[in-house]
């Protein structure tokens, strides 16, 4: 990629171009580690606001806490340029985008993530349509008699806990299509989560599901999969559609790029994937940081033509969730199991009272971050209970943010 400059002796190589499609976690990460290095990076959003994903069962229950977990203005490294469009198709070594403006790239990031309708935004859905939409839903779910939670895995667990907390009357129903909610949980979190349900007169479907993928606030019966009809005052389907990556004609049926041990796609090298990929095994941030100081890594060595470096998971032991809530001011847990044994150790045993003197209670005081005097439950415990629920809710809206995004603003 050369460019001839007026003068007819000066030759001057065009810095290669880099383009991320997703403007989340991944991508943002992404873009700040490539950030810096003398390329042309363009970052292409949906949204001209960053809202924090993890947030989202929080911020349908409360409304009025919305903003806290949005920033009205993308932050990335001075020298990114951010896009504001949908990607619609890759032809050749260009990204296509739905006003037909066109993107060439001499190496392409995905980093779309999944698709989960109603607790992230549309796809280039306005602030003023957000806020309103999270609005009117929140307040109907304050009003409902009976609400239908479609899914059962870890968003609808902790939507029905949310709900609880703002409707202590209504009836909350999980439907889910396994034989129980988060299938994946040994006996001990089973029936942690079981004993939970029942305190909070949380009912769980098994076997069925809502034959509609909609979300719905007013009243209306609702056909499972079975024939049989379940009445609602509010219908909220809490389950992924998959990932969002089928724009590129490179991805399974699932939405997933299929790569090889380098994060890159394996019938377009000049592909990389983070956090979309089927190397990726559930969406977490210990998770997706090695994916993306791999692709990082391995993108700049693709444009130097340079050998790449196999992708590798520093957390091998983490193959589900490593925390659950069950509502944000009521009850969560963390599995140390799913944690390295040193970490995993530590977090069972430095629990309320001895919690480091020096570190955690002077910032469990001062209520920084997601510090609390219980966040990691009680010394030689599961670390467990409100308080954890409490810690992880504190760190979710704090103002600094997720990759230094300024929410609240």
Known sequence: HFYIASS????????????IVGAGVSGMMTAKGLAGKGH?????????YFEWAVAGTYSLTHPEELHKAVAGKIELPKGINVVIGTAVSMIDNQVVLDNEQELPFDALVIATGLDVPLFRPKVGQSWEDR?????????????????????GGTIAVEFAGDVREVNPSTAITIVCSKDRALPYLNDKYRAKLDKKLYELNIKVLPNEKVQEEEYSIT????????GQMLHSDCFIPAFTRGFGAGWTGLANGSGKIPVNSYLQCESSKAVFAVGCSTKSVFSAIPKIQDESKTVCTNVLAFLKDAPLK???????????????????????????????????FMLRNCGFPCCPLFICWPLALCGFGQCHPF?????????????????????LLHPKGMMDQKLGT
Request: hydrophobic share 35%; net charge positive; charged share 15%.
């Open 219 to 226: 009243k209306k019966e609702l056909r499972l999969s079975s």
């Open 375 to 395: 966040f990691c439950g009680y010394c030689c415990s599961d670390p467990e209970g409100q308080g954890t629920a409490a810690g992880l809710k504190a760190m």
């Open 40 to 48: 042309d990076i363009t970052v292409v959003s949906s949204t001209s």
């Open 131 to 151: 806020r309103k939409e999270v609005t009117e839903v929140g307040n109907a779910l304050r009003k409902a008699s009976n609400v239908v939670i479609g899914g």
């Open 8 to 19: 007819p002796h000066f030759v001057a190589a065009a810095m290669p171009k880099i383009v």
């Open 310 to 344: 196999n992708y590798v998971d520093t957390m091998p032991t983490a193959v589900q969730p490593i925390n659950q809530k069950i509502g944000h001011n009521t009850f969560a847990w963390f599995d140390p199991s799913q944690l390295p044994a040193g970490p995993g």
